[in-house]
C-alpha cells in the first residue's frame, strides 16, 4: 500500500515520502506542486515533514501499486514498474533513455561486484 500524489498521482510509500515529494517538488519548480499546497495547506512551507505528512495524507488516496518501494527497505525499487505518467511531472529532470540505460548498467555492475565480494568472503571463512 502506498499513497498516489494528489496532483501527479505519483506513487508514494507512505506520508511522510508523500510530504517530501509534494514540498520537494514545489520548491523544485513544480508549480503545480506548490499551487496544490498553497491551496490545501496554506502554511505548509512552516512545516516539517511529520507535520506536512499529517496536513496531506487526508487528501490523498491510498492505493496498492504495481511495485515495491526502494524507500520503504521492503524491496528493490522496479522503475520500470511504475504507472504510465508517473514520471511525467518531472519534465527536464526526467532521464533521458540513454542516461537510463547507463544507469541500469550501473547497477547490474554493482550487483555484480557485491555479489563477487560475498562469495570472496565466504571462501575465506572456510580457509
Known amino acids: 500500500m ?20 509534494l514540498a520537494f517538488t514545489a520548491l523544485t519548480g513544480g508549480d503545480d506542486h506548490e499551487a496544490w499546497l498553497d491551496d490545501h495547506v496554506p502554511e505548509w512551507g512552516q512545516f516539517g515533514e511529520t507535520e506536512l505528512a499529517e496536513h496531506v495524507v487526508d487528501h490523498a488516496e491510498e492505493r496498492e501499486f504495481p511495485q515495491v518501494f526502494e524507500e520503504s527497505g521492503t524491496g528493490e525499487h522496479a522503475p520500470d514498474d511504475l504507472p504510465s505518467g508517473a514520471d511525467s511531472h518531472r519534465g527536464a529532470a526526467s532521464v533521458s533513455d540513454e542516461d537510463a540505460e547507463v544507469l541500469a548498467e550501473a547497477r547490474e555492475l554493482t550487483k555484480e561486484m557485491l555479489e563477487a565480494e560475498d562469495e570472496d568472503a565466504g571462501e575465506d571463512e572456510t580457509q
Do not use: I, M, W
Open 2 to 21: 502506498g499513497y498516489a500524489c494528489p496532483v501527479c498521482s505519483d506513487p508514494q510509500a507512505d506520508a511522510t515520502h508523500l510530504a517530501n515529494h
